[in-house]
């Protein structure tokens, strides 16, 4: 009996300290039956601790964060280039993979880039739109054309169109990451509007070779 | 981009169900810098993560520009993350360093290492501000907190509040599991101190 104070100290410091086993926990709940002052303590640490793990985890900030992070969003790596070359390289390997004699369409959809072009971003955001509509269309006509034959594909090119799209697909999501750290960047708006370009003669090739199956 | 060729094409992420398919999609579109996919994210863990900042710093000022780094910085990490799961822990973990590296600057400008721990708060830290309009609050308790060294808060909210374990502790705050356990007894015993 005359070591319970230094052992009751001892379990109370092991439970504060976050590091006492069930056993002891126990044990130091027992020694608190017997002790007024330890369960006096121990209630009052318990009530704090457990007011700490009520607080919410989570706080809406005040203001909207977003923008301002988006301002901060560094500006294109290194990489980027290389995904426009393996968009190139992709959509060159598409043709031959489809066997189609055709040439790719090089009218712009939106404006033409050149000395007359627009450099106004608002006019440049109006483009995006509307060769996103074309290409959303483009999509929405495969889907119906291509959709009931895709099985016909031959394997190789059914995989070969999936593959060249998917990586045509990420060079323009790098140029889209340019363009929110870069809006009124006129260059990469042409480079934009071109893959946009490209990815819609793909898939209208896809849609044409499938429809002669 | 082309969702409608991703559902025609029978892969790997058939076989999962909706939910997991719309996560992988959306790291997918993290990893491969989509904005939008991005902006998602960042929607869906604003909260969690300012909340964390909010509890740690005691300031909404600086809980807003810890928030904004962490995501300027998982952008910049976009490629790294396995799983959203893993992006969540990703963003806590940069967090709790992101303030720790912060304050530690702070405080060598100052003169004064953050491993000092003389009982009183870092008067550079300004006065304590709680998170206004947040129901369920008590001032008190937040005042309790605010007024723990930034250490012995740090391991007593990673502790009790967000369940980690001292050698997570540790690793997060670049000390021991001993030195954990020890800056947590004394975070608990001054808690009730002040609140008492």
């Known amino acids: 009996m005359t070591d319970a104070p230094h052992r009751n100290d001892e379990l109370l410091r092991?439970?504060?300290a976050g590091e006492s086993t069930e056993t002891e926990e126990r044990e130091l709940d027992r020694a608190a039956l017997a002790s007024p002052a330890l369960a006096a303590e121990l209630r009052a640490?318990?009530?704090?601790i457990a007011e700490v793990r009520a607080l919410p985890r989570e706080l809406a900030p005040e203001r909207d964060l977003w923008p301002e992070i988006v301002r901060r969003l560094p500006p294109p790596r290194r990489r980027f280039p290389f995904a426009i070359v393996a968009g190139l390289a992709a959509a060159a390997a598409l043709v031959v993979a489809v066997r189609v004699a055709e040439a790719p369409r090089e009218a712009p959809l939106a404006y033409a880039a050149g000395d007359g072009a627009p450099a106004a971003p608002?006019?440049?955001l109006a483009a995006y739109a509307e060769t996103g509509r074309a290409l959303a269309a483009t999509r929405d006509e495969l889907r119906r054309a291509v959709a009931p034959r895709l099985d016909a594909l031959p394997p190789e090119t059914r995989r070969m169109v999936f593959e060249n799209l998917e990586t045509i697909d990420r060079a323009i999501a790098d140029i889209e990451?340019?363009?929110?750290?870069?809006?009124a960047d006129r260059e990469l708006?042409?480079?934009?509007?071109?893959?946009?370009?490209?990815?819609?003669a793909l898939l209208r090739q896809a849609n044409r070779l499938a429809a002669r199956l | 981009m082309h969702d409608a060729l991703w559902e025609l094409e029978a892969g790997p992420d058939a076989a999962l169900p909706a939910a997991d398919l719309a996560e992988e999609r959306l790291l997918r579109g993290l990893r491969r810098g989509d904005a939008g996919a991005f902006e998602t994210l960042y929607r869906r863990h604003a909260s969690s993560l300012y909340g964390l900042a909010m509890r740690l710093t005691c300031r909404a000022s600086e809980a807003e520009e810890l928030t904004q780094d962490v995501f300027v910085r998982a952008w910049e990490h976009r490629e790294d993350f396995r799983s959203l799961e893993h992006f969540a822990r990703w963003l806590k973990r940069v967090a709790v360093n992101g303030w720790i590296n912060g304050l530690r600057r702070r405080r060598t400008a100052a003169g004064r290492p953050l491993d000092e721990d003389d009982g009183e708060r870092d008067a550079a830290d300004g006065a304590p501000v709680t998170p206004a309009g947040s129901p369920g609050l008590r001032l008190d308790l937040e005042r309790a907190l605010a007024a723990l060294t930034p250490r012995l808060r740090a391991v007593l909210l990673l502790f009790d509040l967000y369940g980690l374990r001292h050698e997570e502790i540790a690793e997060l705050l670049d000390m021991t599991p001993g030195a954990s356990k020890v800056q947590l007894h004394r975070a608990r015993t001054r808690l009730r101190e002040t609140l008492q």
């Open chain 1, 177 to 183: 990451a340019a363009l929110v750290r870069l809006p």
């Open chain 1, 14 to 16: 092991r439970w504060l």
């Open chain 1, 122 to 124: 608002a006019v440049e």
């Open chain 1, 45 to 48: 640490h318990r009530r704090a």
């Open chain 1, 189 to 200: 708006a042409r480079t934009y509007i071109s893959y946009r370009e490209r990815e819609i």
